[in-house]
């Protein structure tokens, strides 16, 4: 059983900058790929971002390409979400997951509680 938890949300202004982070405890960190989803108020949660179990592999969301990394350290059992240039539409809490390498919801197993992330306009 591996538990998640989010850090680092926050106020940001459009075109500022946050870190998200997600410490795992109780499992093998580096078994798992890991993701980032998103959730805003009255729309389904949405897939952000995924890095694989070594940190090999990355995959992105349109709308965080060239904006957004997501990047693992095994060694301290976390994984981080830089989030520049932010827009308004990127309000919403998010949600670090593992599992699989992938950018579908039911292909993750475990689930952080999530993290408020505003951008104000």
């Known amino acids: 059983q591996v538990q998640l938890v989010e850090s680092g949300g926050g106020l940001v202004q459009a075109g500022g900058s946050l870190r998200l982070s997600c410490a795992a405890s109780?499992?093998?960190?580096?078994?798992?790929?890991l993701g980032w989803f998103r959730q805003a108020p009255g729309k389904e949660r949405e897939f952000v971002a995924a890095?694989?179990?070594?940190?090999?592999?990355?995959y992105y969301a349109d709308s965080a390409k060239g904006r957004f990394t997501i990047s693992r350290d095994n060694a301290k059992n976390t994984v981080y979400l830089q989030m520049n240039s932010l827009k308004p539409e990127d309000t919403a809490v998010y949600y670090c997951?593992?599992?699989?390498?992938?950018?579908?919801?039911?292909?993750?197993?475990?689930w952080g509680q999530g993290t408020q992330v505003t951008v104000s306009s």
């Open positions: 997951a593992a599992g699989a390498y992938a950018n579908t919801r039911r292909d993750y197993e475990y």
């Open positions: 109780g499992g093998t960190f580096s078994n798992y790929g």
């Open positions: 890095i694989s179990w070594r940190g090999g592999y990355t």
